[in-house]
């Protein structure tokens, strides 16, 4: 079987270059007006690729249910005591099996992608150049599956087991998180390649109402997936209580975040204002490029990470591709007639816009320099020390603060100029400056999470009233939905301001039956269980919490030690509020069942999960029927 999901492999990659260089061969000795005879051919050719890495996924897929040791891969990541659902889930654990997931998600992309309605409506000639495109890429990662990430490495004689998944793996995120992060990131393949065939062809703006769709679903999906699913996960997983410690991989899921969330700003006024042309190429051509930087960074092993998968030869292929990427799309983009200005005004709604597009991509350019420091500082030293989070606290969180401030206003500004409604906008600034006083009195002193704080609460105060006084918004579905969106981020703003500088914590030694207090809590440890099973043992503790002498839940941490690893990992126990959550992790026990046990109390932070949710839950309402507009109407 091994020997068939490589052929596999193989097969699609000779199918790209030849189909590729075919197109590229054809393009280049024909008019613009001529029909390309291999267009078909290419169409076909996605088809076939499609059903070919399917079918060397399935038997990836196979072998990890089957538990065939005889493969390399299945040997590295799953044991015979691991769950079905983590051992599917192995899928993506590893270098080349994430690696052929994300190929096998961008190729089923390409194939719904030529079947959808947009596609049929395309010029010949863009649709040519985007299969040329698309077939570059798909070339790449299909030559990294056939060469140094093969994920069908055969072991002879095979194991009679296997080496196990990383306890840190064995959890309901690694289901989730990992495959909406590659499809975050695959998403963007499809209108990067669009814009680019765009571009060449001609058609500056056309590309941006085409592929609206694909934009924001990559976008949503980088955003819960990647991001917010990813900090719950580390959340409820790690036992440090934190859920983002600017990890180097953490790092590299939020630059791409960044960069394709300025791209949705400039995106919204190049189609307002006809413009901004340039920059909107140029920013979803790097969204996808630093989507193969954040892969660079958690497969090449350039940067030591508790969350790096690395393995070995794909660093410097996937420098080469970014490279390449970056001097053709700046090369494209510089082909094309220059861009009117973008702003009239400054302070109107599309430049308090502008200013976020900076702010944004400034944070991209921080995250990136910082975590890239271990490898920059090589150049004058010999011992190349990382940047740790109070580095990014201090330099990142000003930033996404004034973005937070002006997010409050920004929707009561004109397009062109001066304020829309001045009695509201004077309303939105009195309610930040009495949330500043109020939480000031209230004894919050720390002025950057004051300001935070402030800018969240007057932020969904001024969406929700916008909506409310703004009649065309509430008529268009995607006017509720842009306005949803921004208040859901005004909520995950108000609950990391308080949840990481206030968080209060402390280590206890309990013994069975003892009672401790604890800021307004009171902690009664009542029972502590074992529980054994052939791939794991798990020791438990119950304890019970108490306010005010009323019952308000019981904390069930959990010590688990996993057959094949010798350290011990810790299971965290909540009891969620809308207000201070109760957090609890067992960091040691002794025979006589005596726990050291660490309970953090931390404010608000249910609103970044509840604000998280109403963030992907509001991109249905974006999503709509894409209508392609006529060269007269993109003009007008």
């Known amino acids: 079987m091994q020997y068939i999901g490589f052929f596999s492999l193989l097969v699609s990659l000779l199918i790209c270059v030849v189909m590729g260089a075919a197109f ?35 038997i990836l897929l196979q072998a990890l249910w ?34 052929l997931f994300w190929l096998w998600v961008m190729v089923l992309m ?24 698309l077939f570059m890429i798909q070339a790449f990662f299909l030559l990294m599956l056939t060469g140094p990430s093969n994920p069908f490495l055969i072991m002879d004689p095979a194991p009679a087991a296997g080496s196990g998944l990383n306890p840190l793996l064995q959890n309901v995120g690694m289901i989730f998180h990992p495959p909406m992060t590659f499809l975050g990131y695959a998403g963007f393949t499809i209108p990067a390649c669009l814009a680019l065939a765009g571009w060449v062809t001609g058609d500056q703006r056309s590309w941006l109402f085409q592929s609206r769709n694909w934009v924001l679903f990559a976008w949503v999906m980088l955003t819960g997936g990647g991001i917010l699913l990813g900090g719950w996960w580390a959340y409820m997983e790690l036992g440090w209580g934190g859920y983002w410690a600017w990890d180097p991989v953490e790092n590299a899921s939020l630059i791409p975040w960044l960069v394709s969330t300025a791209f949705l700003h400039t995106a919204m006024i190049g189609k307002q204002r006809n413009t901004l042309h340039r920059s909107n190429l140029v920013l979803i051509c790097l969204s996808l490029i630093t989507c193969f930087f954040a892969t660079f960074l958690v497969r090449s092993n350039v940067i030591d990470s508790l969350h790096t998968f690395g393995g070995t030869g794909v660093g410097p292929p996937l420098v080469a591709l970014m490279g390449a990427s970056l001097v053709f799309t700046f090369f494209v983009a510089l082909t094309g007639q220059g861009d009117r200005s973008a702003v009239d005004n400054f302070w109107s709604k599309q430049g308090m816009m502008i200013v976020t597009v900076w702010l944004l991509l400034a944070l991209a350019f921080i995250v990136s320099t910082g975590t890239m420091w271990p490898v920059i500082s090589r150049i004058w ?11 990014y606290n201090r330099v990142c969180l000003p930033l996404f603060t004034l973005i937070a ?37 209230g004894g919050i002193r720390l002025l950057l999470p004051l300001f935070a704080a402030a800018a969240g609460v007057a932020g969904m105060f001024s969406l929700v ?36 500088p206030f968080q209060d914590s402390r280590e206890m030694v309990m013994a069975k039956g003892e009672k401790v207090i ?44 996993f057959r094949g690893f010798d350290s011990p990992y810790a299971e965290v126990s909540v009891i969620p509020s809308l ?50 507009k006529k060269a007269d109407e993109m003009e007008s």
């Not at 291999?38 to 070919?52: D, G, R, T």
């Not at 002006?406 to 309610?431: E, H, M, Q």
Request: aromatic share 16%.
């Open 24 to 58: 590229f061969w054809e393009a280049l000795r024909s008019g613009r007006d001529e029909q390309l005879k291999s267009l078909a051919w290419m169409e076909k050719s996605q088809v076939a690729i499609f059903i070919i890495v399917t079918l060397g996924s399935l």
């Open 66 to 99: 089957m538990k065939d040791y005889s493969f390399s891969y299945v040997y590295r990541y799953t044991d015979d005591f691991l769950p079905q659902a983590y051992r599917l889930s192995a899928f993506w654990a590893g270098q080349s099996g994430s690696m």
């Open 110 to 133: 390409g194939f719904i992608w030529l079947f959808s309605p947009v596609y049929k409506n395309l010029p010949s000639r863009t649709k040519g150049f985007f299969w040329g495109f």
């Open 381 to 391: 030293t010999e011992s190349p020390m990382g940047l740790g989070p109070d580095f």
């Open 405 to 441: 401030v002006i997010l409050c206003l920004c929707p009561w500004y004109n397009w062109r100029k001066g304020i829309s409604d001045k009695n509201s906008f004077i309303i939105v600034c009195l309610v930040l400056v009495f949330t500043i006083v109020g939480l000031w009195i």
């Open 465 to 500: 009233m916008y909506i409310v006084l703004t009649p065309h918004v509430r008529r268009k579905k995607a006017g509720w939905g842009v306005y949803i969106l921004h208040a859901g981020i005004a909520m995950i703003v108000l609950g990391v301001a308080f949840s990481g």
């Open 518 to 561: 604890f800021n307004e809590y009171e902690f009664h440890y009542v029972e502590f269980e074992e529980i054994l099973t052939p791939g794991v043992a798990i020791y438990e503790a119950r304890i019970n919490a108490y306010k005010d002498g009323r019952r308000i839940g019981q904390l069930t941490p959990q010590r688990k030690l």
């Open 579 to 628: 207000g201070n959550e109760i957090y609890s992790t067992i960091l040691a026990f002794d025979q006589e069942k005596n726990i050291t046990v660490k309970i953090n109390i931390t404010p608000l932070v249910k609103w970044i999960w509840i604000g998280s949710f109403i963030v992907c839950l509001s991109v249905i309402l974006l999503v709509g029927r894409v209508r392609i």
